[in-house]
T-cell receptor, first 113, second 112 residues
Framework: DGGITQSPKYLFRKEGQNVTLSCEQN?????MYWYRQDPGQGLRLIYY???????QKGDIAEGYSVSREKKESFPLTVTSAQKNPTAFYLC????????????FGSGTRLTVV | GDSVTQMEGPVTLSEEAFLTINCTYT??????LFWYVQYPGEGLQLLLK?????DKGSNKGFEATYRKETTSFHLEKGSVQVSDSAVYFC???????????FGPGTRLSVLP
């Protein structure tokens, strides 16, 4: 079955360490997205990519980095520069540029201690 | 810029009660409107959508009508079940395929 896989589901890191969250899709979607979700808030866009080897900053890109070397993969690195990294991170993908077929992964909960 | 406002939760209802979750939006042009549902520990699933004024989206007993005159897209269900307990997000996307704008979400708890 086609879908988006985020791994791991739960991730713990010490403060000051970089950590990379995985997102893989087999939907043949061109576009991929990373969102951050905090309690009582909507989803906020971190980065998005409409095509391989290209990506753009979203609303809250500071302290994060991404790469898009393959169509299927869009990993997110939470760097030590991110002041408050503990959150639920959601990856999504869709056809580009129409946005048709927008699909979310099941998320990764990152806790920094 | 574009924005979405939802009624604050949490909303607690008894099983078989009527549900309304209000959603209003601010956007230029003619956005598409969506309701997404998030069950505990999971990602978001599309519940329903409407792409133009007066369209009604419906799915699993939920309905919402795109009202351009009041810039609203309220979610309704005639008889909720315990399994409907989740967080509901209203969202819009501009008419040129831009990224989504999400509301803050409304948590619904349905008691047996």
């Amino acid at each position: 079955d086609g879908g988006i896989t985020q791994s791991p589901k739960y991730l713990f890191r010490k403060e000051g360490q970089n950590v990379t969250l995985s997102c893989e899709q087999n939907l043949n979607h061109d576009a991929m997205y990373w969102y951050r979700q905090d309690p009582g808030q909507g989803l906020r866009l971190i980065y998005y990519s409409q095509i391989v080897n290209d990506f753009q900053k979203g609303d809250i890109a500071e302290g994060y980095s991404v790469s898009r070397e393959k169509k299927e993969s869009f990993p997110l690195t939470v760097t030590s520069a991110q002041k408050n990294p503990t959150a639920f991170y959601l990856c999504a993908s869709s056809m580009a540029p129409t946005g048709i077929g927008y699909t979310f992964g099941s998320g990764t909960r990152l806790t920094v201690v | 810029g574009d924005s979405v406002t939802q009624m604050e939760g949490p909303v607690t209802l008894s099983e078989e009660a009527f549900l309304t979750i209000n959603c209003t939006y601010t956007a230029t042009g003619y956005p598409s409107l969506f309701w997404y549902v998030q069950y505990p520990g999971e990602g978001l699933q599309l519940l329903l959508k409407a792409t133009k004024a007066d369209d009604k989206g419906s799915n699993k007993g939920f309905e919402a009508t795109y009202r351009k005159e009041t810039t609203s897209f309220h979610l309704e269900k005639g008889s909720v079940q315990v399994s409907d307990s989740a967080v509901y997000f209203c969202a819009l996307r501009g008419n040129y395929g831009q990224n989504f704008v999400f509301g803050p979400g409304t948590r619904l708890s349905v008691l047996p």
